[in-house]
């Protein structure tokens, strides 16, 4: 699994370069009249009116369904979750008896969702990205403290990989998210403060370990996703 994971990373990342390699050629720099339409002048230069029509087409199905599956997702991991009563039970951990569906995390998911209505493209890529940066960089960072407590431990892990590349990843991720839009800084920070806030409570105030998903409901959750 770990070298699956690392070769759809590569395979990914690689497809993206070339992406953006031929589409700097086609329109050099990141200047645009109007960067929440850049995608559509693109291809509009690229192909002329039927082309730029397709695409804008495709784009309206595929943003489509990638938010409808990324809302089915957080309703069934909200709902993973207020099983164990991570977050209240009472709201999140329910299903509908006719659906057998999270209803109420849906609806909640989707209100939520409807912020991004008020937001510009710019902040709301930036407010993506401030949760996934600071994520890696805490994986990075816990790759670490995994290697000095196994050495701790009288076991011997190579520095190169348990040391040098993680440090070198946090790195580029902080450099990451400290150029991210003010904004969305702002957003997530405040989001980040909510989260420790709900956290103190549920542990009361942190003198308990957080509740955990089960196995059972962790599958429910990969499989949704």
Known sequence: ??????????????????????????????VFEDSAS????????????????????????????????AQA?????????????????????????????????????????????????ATSTSFINFGAFTAFTLVNASVVFHYVRQRRAGHQLNPVSYVVVPVIGAIICAYLLSQLDSNAITLGLSWLVLGVLVLALITRGFKASPPEMTATEKATVEAAA
């Open 1 to 30: 699994m770990p070298r699956a994971i690392m070769l759809v990373a590569l395979i990914g990342g690689g497809i993206f370069v070339a992406v953006s390699y031929v589409t700097q050629l086609v329109h050099p720099g990141g």
């Open 38 to 69: 850049a995608a559509s002048s693109i291809a509009l230069q690229i192909g002329g009116q039927l082309f730029g029509a397709v695409f804008l087409a495709g784009l309206v199905v595929a943003q489509f369904a990638s938010g409808l599956a």
């Open 73 to 121: 997702s957080a309703s069934r991991l909200q709902y993973a979750m207020g099983r164990d009563s991570v977050i209240p039970k009472a709201v999140f951990g329910r299903l509908n008896e006719k659906f057998h569906t999270p209803v109420a995390n849906l609806v909640i998911t989707g209100i939520v969702g409807l912020i991004a209505i008020f937001l510009d493209v």
